[in-house]
């Protein structure tokens, strides 16, 4: 089974929703560690892009 992108974000969405559910102090950086998560996940395959 291959993680796609488009099971990624919502499972990461999920889990960062009942983080700040049960700790609202922690916004800040679920929010930002989120933000980072997808722009490297949207970059990865340019980012490491050999040429055949």
């Known amino acids: 089974?291959?993680?796609d992108?488009?099971?990624?974000?919502p499972l990461v969405a999920?889990?960062?929703?009942i983080l700040i559910l049960l700790i609202p102090r922690i916004l800040n950086y679920v929010v930002a560690i989120y933000l980072i998560f997808i722009g490297l996940v949207g970059l990865w395959p340019r980012l490491f892009h050999i040429p055949h």
């Open 1 to 3: 089974m291959t993680l």
């Open 5 to 9: 992108v488009v099971v990624i974000q």
């Open 14 to 17: 999920l889990i960062a929703g």
